[in-house]
């Protein structure tokens, strides 16, 4: 065939291959949003993500940058509330207008946002155990809340391929 003889008979413009990382983000962090969006038929006049925090009404709308994919950014959440304690998720979805004023809406998306899990440092043996003596382990556990509810200590011994847990208690200063 020519080129005469291609007939492209989309003209809305296309949303494809829509991709949001961190894919779980914590609270602090900025959501990067890209997506491959294509008119066949014309130029696209403007690219825009539309964004809300789960159970608010109105969407909040930023321009999406081109380049190899339009990309734009959601603000972190702790931008939009106080209660970092109890995050909620985001909802996006991306509109694209072409040069014909031909409007395509993707999907809405939902984005996770989780909280902060407790850091574990100074991880720690207290002591030498003798044989048929406890070994005693010691660990500082933080979280942004600052309530660990229950804390484990998961080991093996050698050459066993059974694992074990017991249960850490908080020392008392």
Same mark, same amino acid.
């Given at each position: 065939?020519y080129?005469?003889?291609? &007939?492209?008979? !989309?003209?809305?413009?296309?949303?494809?291959?829509?991709?949001?990382?961190?894919?779980?983000?914590?609270?602090?962090?900025? *959501?990067?949003?890209?997506?491959?969006?294509?008119?066949?038929?014309?130029?696209?006049? +403007?690219?825009?993500?539309?964004?809300?925090?789960?159970?608010?009404?109105?969407?909040?709308? &930023?321009?999406?940058? +081109?380049?190899? %994919?339009?990309?734009?950014? $959601?603000? +972190?959440?702790?931008?939009?509330?106080?209660?970092?304690?109890?995050? =909620?998720?985001?909802?996006? %979805? $991306? =509109?694209?207008?072409?040069?014909?004023?031909?409007?395509?809406?993707?999907?809405?998306?939902?984005?996770? &946002? &989780?909280? %902060?899990?407790?850091? *574990?440092?100074?991880?720690?043996?207290?002591?030498?155990?003798?044989?048929?003596?406890?070994?005693?382990i010691? +660990?500082? *556990?933080?979280? *942004?809340?600052?309530?660990?509810?229950?804390?484990e !200590?998961? %080991?093996?011994?050698?050459?066993? !391929?059974?694992?074990?847990?017991?249960?850490?208690?908080? =020392?008392?200063?």
């Amino acid at each position: 065939g020519y080129d005469s003889d291609l &007939v492209i008979l !989309l003209t809305e413009p296309q949303i494809k291959s829509v991709i949001f990382t961190p894919n779980n983000p914590f609270i602090d962090q900025e *959501i990067t949003v890209r997506a491959n969006v294509i008119d066949y038929d014309g130029t696209l006049e +403007s690219v825009k993500l539309f964004y809300k925090v789960q159970g608010d009404d109105e969407f909040t709308s &930023v321009d999406m940058e +081109s380049g190899t %994919y339009y990309q734009g950014t $959601i603000p +972190s959440m702790d931008h939009f509330t106080d209660n970092t304690n109890d995050p =909620e998720d985001f909802i996006f %979805y $991306i =509109e694209a207008t072409d040069n014909d004023g031909n409007v395509t809406t993707s999907n809405n998306y939902l984005v996770e &946002v &989780v909280q %902060y899990s407790p850091v *574990i440092t100074e991880l720690q043996r207290t002591n030498t155990p003798n044989l048929n003596e406890r070994l005693l382990i010691r +660990s500082k *556990i933080t979280d *942004i809340d600052e309530t660990v509810k229950s804390a484990e !200590l998961h %080991y093996t011994l050698d050459f066993s !391929l059974n694992s074990y847990s017991v249960p850490m208690t908080k =020392e008392t200063d």
